[in-house]
């Protein structure tokens, strides 16, 4: 069980301080751990950023990096998660040829099959936007592509929040007692 | 309190002051002569050692604060400078010491240009230290210091590095002392779960075959009290890591010896026969566990440490109770029934006894042939009423000196355990003597460890420290040619060394020392070594082929120690 290997996703809430990405990320290198997607940004809360780092491991491993993670001075909290205990969302842009779009009925009704959103057209090019589970992002790349009109694409990493309804991540981030005293989990 | 404007040079000392800092291991350099442009000002206020080399500085450090309880301090410059004290830092970080390295940087102003001397220190030391951080202002200098101070000493100890830029060292700043004593992200003493005490303690009590292993846990939360209550309420025979080793007396009762590689006999092995292991402030090091797979399976284990990183880490633990070992024994000592186990320690006797014949007895009281590591070691242990402060390099001169010295005094041992550092031992006996100036300081060495921060000696000199000097010469990387022979077919690659007349180096030096090759001259080379005032080198001809026995070979479990 604790040696299967998963897909995992990481959130982490540090200090806003130079060097803390270098920080949580070296924790992955010297194991060689591959990150799948990292996300990097502001969090509800002043001054502490909030990261949802995805990558395929065993629980085993995974239990102990966030440990250690949580034991830097400027980390505050590092949980981990299953992809059944959250709800994730990725953004994807796609950057489609315009006269291709004109000329090609079935580019459209794969937007809109897919519920994707054009959020920019020019004579040149066209941008649409999905935002979903990495799978429905990436077969729609796959369909466009189907159709030789991508002119760029791109996705972001996963953003994650947790399904329980008791968990509020950023909650007790100052609060001593809440967790640092329960030694597992 | 009256603001006053100075430099931030000075307001790195004013802060040191602050955190009543009194001795500084350094060398300067270009990019933190400022700092020590200060230092001309502060003669009195610090005991300032300048070192022969970076890396020395930081091991002198890490004896001074093993020695004393308090934090080593070094500052050096920047680029070499820093980068040789890499080796001390992750030393440090291994063993839990706490010490400030503070080095010089180049200007904020081309920070990453190349510049002479740039090294991205932060950068470097970020995975080998506790808290590393970059100074680049005068404004910051008061607040960095002493939150540094605070997380090197605090929870469980370690390295702190302060990259301190040139600009921040000149510019000028009106000074206020600062005091930090939290930091939100960081809780360094967690609250003792009072339901894992009693589960820890009913545990115990239901125990047949107790068995506590201890390290230096004990040491760096001067629990030494606590673990004795704990110890002889229960009835709980205990044993220690290379680390802990002063943790517990060596002539305490319920002293069981010591646990590891080269360990006793009698605590490995029972290890896989106790009912309920107790882990107190020690990590189950592979030195110590051997094979984890076989590593007391049948037991119940209960784990205290101020770290929960360290919980189920490398072995899976039944009770964790998480917390500072000095709160929680007592409170699981408060709950114990009153015990003896007698028949179950006489267990460790059985095996003592085994150990006796077949290595102990041999190491220690040989008739013939060349003097052995083993009986040097107790020798001196014996001429100082085992009362000193043992440092060891690192080697077959570690192993015999940690077996067969003797521990009277709470932080008494102090060796490089986690990064084993060959060169480690000779500026970490020079710090010893400033953190310990009562104490006597006796330090063991192979020749290729002395042979590696050798040019300490002329600290040793210029400061008058008062290390005992015991080089053992046995012509060979000692350690490695004892593997190579058991494990390699006797192929001694690289290991045999031709070596120089130790003595007439310390003559350079203007330290006495004596050279012995004889046994019937050992004795009154020791007298005369502890007799003299101030360092004295004593350079021993030993065995060169000799083993440290009994050994768990690598991939063995702890009940499959070879003797001979
Ligand atoms: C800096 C460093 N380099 C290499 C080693 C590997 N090593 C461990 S013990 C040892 C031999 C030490 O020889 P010596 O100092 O003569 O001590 P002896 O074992 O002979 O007592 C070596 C090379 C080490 N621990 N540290
Ligand atoms: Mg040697």
């Known amino acids: 069980m604790l040696m299967e290997k998963k897909l995992y996703t990481v959130i982490v809430y540090s200090e806003n301080i130079a060097g803390m990405l270098n920080q ?11 990150i799948e997607t990292l996300n990097v940004s502001s969090s509800n809360i002043e001054g502490v950023h909030r990261y949802t ?8 491993l995974i239990q102990r ?19 059944n205990e959250i709800f994730m969302q990725e953004v994807a842009l796609y950057k489609l040829s315009t006269p291709r779009l004109l000329e090609n009925k079935q580019i459209s009704k794969i937007i809109r099959h897919n519920n994707a959103r054009v959020i920019e057209i020019n004579s040149a090019y066209t941008v649409v936007e999905k935002t979903g589970k990495t799978d429905a992002v990436l077969s729609l790349y796959k369909e466009f592509a189907a159709e030789q009109c991508v002119l760029q694409f791109v996705k972001s990493g996963r953003v994650a929040i947790v399904r329980d309804a008791s968990v509020n991540l950023s909650e007790n981030l100052f609060d001593e007692d809440s967790i640092r005293s329960k030694v597992r989990g | 309190m009256k603001k006053e404007l100075i430099t931030g040079g000075e307001a790195l000392l004013r802060s040191l002051k602050n955190e009543q800092v009194d001795t500084i291991y350094g060398y300067p350099g270009g990019s933190i002569i400022p700092v020590f442009d200060a230092l001309y000002d502060y ?4 005991h300032q050692v300048l070192v022969r080399h970076e890396q020395a500085a930081v091991h002198a450090a890490q004896g001074y604060a093993r020695s004393s309880g308090k934090v080593g301090v070094c500052i050096v410059t920047s680029g070499p400078g820093a980068t040789n004290t890499l080796t001390g830092i992750s030393d440090a970080m291994l063993d839990s010491t706490p010490i400030v390295v503070i080095a010089g940087q180049v200007s904020s102003a081309v920070l990453g240009t190349d510049a002479f001397q740039e090294i991205d220190l932060v950068g470097v030391t970020q995975p080998i230290s506790k808290w590393s951080y970059q100074i680049r202002s ?8 002493s939150r540094a101070f605070y997380i090197a000493s605090t929870g469980r100890p370690g390295p702190v590095v302060l990259d301190f830029t040139k600009n921040a060292q000149v510019s000028q700043v009106l000074y206020e002392p600062i005091k930090v004593d939290s930091v939100r992200s960081y809780v360094p003493y967690p609250k003792p779960d009072l339901q894992c005490i009693k589960e820890a303690a009913d545990l115990i009590n239901r125990a047949k075959r107790p068995f506590a292993v201890v390290g230096q846990g004990v040491e760096l939360g001067e629990a030494h009290k606590e673990l004795i209550a704990f110890l002889e309420k229960g009835g709980i025979p205990a044993a220690r890591t290379l680390m802990g080793l002063s943790s517990l007396p060596s002539d ?5 010896g010591m646990l590891g590689m080269h360990g006793n006999l009698g605590p490995n092995v029972n290890t896989n026969e106790c009912d309920v292991l107790i882990a107190i402030g020690m990590r189950f090091s592979d030195r110590v566990t051997g094979k984890l797979e076989t590593y007391a399976k049948q037991a119940k284990i209960i784990h205290l440490d101020i ?18 070992c000095k709160e929680t024994l007592p409170l699981i000592t408060e709950l114990l029934n009153e015990n003896s186990h007698k028949e179950w320690i006489a267990t460790f006797g059985d095996l003592d006894k085994i150990e006796n014949e077949k290595v102990i007895e041999k190491a220690l009281n040989p008739t013939d042939g060349p003097i052995l590591m083993g009986e040097v070691c107790r020798k001196v242990s014996e001429a100082t009423n085992h009362n000193a402060i043992l440092v060891t390099d690192v080697g077959q001169n570690q192993m015999f000196a940690a077996r067969y010295f003797k521990y009277k005094e709470p932080h008494s041992i102090i060796t490089s355990g986690g990064l084993g550092t060959m060169g480690f031992g000779l500026p970490a006996a020079m710090g010893a003597t400033m953190g310990a100036p009562h104490r006597t300081v006796c330090y063991f060495a192979g020749d290729g460890g002395f042979q590696m921060n050798m040019q300490e000696l002329g600290t040793i000199m210029e400061q008058r420290c008062p290390v005992k000097m015991i080089v053992m010469d046995n012509s060979y990387l000692g350690m490695v040619r004892q593997w190579q022979q058991l494990f390699y077919e006797n192929r001694c690659s690289w290991t045999p060394m031709c070596n120089p007349d130790f003595c007439k180096i310390a003559e350079a030096y203007g330290i006495p020392s004596r050279f012995v090759k004889d046994r019937s001259e050992l004795d009154a080379a020791i007298k005369e070594m502890v007799e003299t005032p101030g360092a004295f080198l004593l350079n021993v001809v030993v065995r060169a082929e000799d083993n440290v026995m009994p050994m768990m070979p690598l991939g063995a479990s702890v009940c499959e120690m070879i003797l001979e």
């Open chain 2, 307 to 324: 770290d929960k990183v360290e919980i189920d880490k490398s072995v899976p633990v039944d009770i964790p109770v998480l917390g500072d």
């Open chain 1, 65 to 83: 990096v966030t440990k250690r993670l949580e034991k830097k001075v400027d980390i505050l909290r590092a949980y981990y998660f299953t992809d």
């Open chain 1, 53 to 60: 780092i995805s990558l395929w491991t065993t629980e085993w």
């Open chain 2, 43 to 46: 003669r009195e206020d610090f």
């Open chain 1, 24 to 34: 949580v990320t070296a924790e992955f290198t010297r194991r060689q751990m591959n």
């Open chain 2, 252 to 256: 305490h009762p319920l002293c069981m």
């Open chain 2, 138 to 145: 005068a404004e910051d200098v008061a607040w960095a210091v």
